[in-house]
């Protein structure tokens, strides 16, 4: 089963931007639905993004559309998320999902299983 591992979480100002990378061993990433979620404090987990298994479509959640952007390397085995304009509100533990083959439901944290040990992102206002 593929193992997931999370880094580029940090400390940035409010405007500023961070890279998040998601590092897959032991699969063949791009047969798999890969996501970022995140959670913040006495919140439930949410989706951010995906990228689909078997197509280019890349589904964001309103809240980051146009300010986040999810790609997949298959050499490297990585998937990122490049996060731009950032918010306090975007305060979270973000974390790298996988899951064989997903095609729809891809939204709802219940779908992967596979998770990373996730990283936070601090957004100073």
């Known amino acids: 089963q593929v193992q997931l591992a999370e880094s580029g979480g940090g400390l940035v100002q409010a405007g500023g931007s961070l890279r998040l990378s998601c590092a897959a061993s032991g699969g063949t990433l791009s047969r798999y639905t890969m996501a970022w979620f995140r959670q913040a404090p006495g919140k439930e987990r949410e989706f951010v993004s995906a990228i689909i298994w078997s197509s280019a479509y890349t589904p964001y959640a309103d809240s980051v559309k146009g300010r986040f952007t999810i790609s997949r390397d298959n050499a490297q085995n990585t998937v990122s998320l490049q996060m731009n304009s950032l918010k306090s509100e975007d305060t979270a533990v973000y974390y790298c999902?996988?899951?064989?083959?997903?095609?729809?439901?891809?939204?709802?944290?219940?779908?992967?299983?596979?998770w990373g040990q996730g990283t936070q992102v601090t957004v100073s206002s």
């Open positions: 999902a996988a899951r064989l083959y997903l095609g729809h439901g891809w939204e709802y944290a219940g779908k992967y299983d596979t």
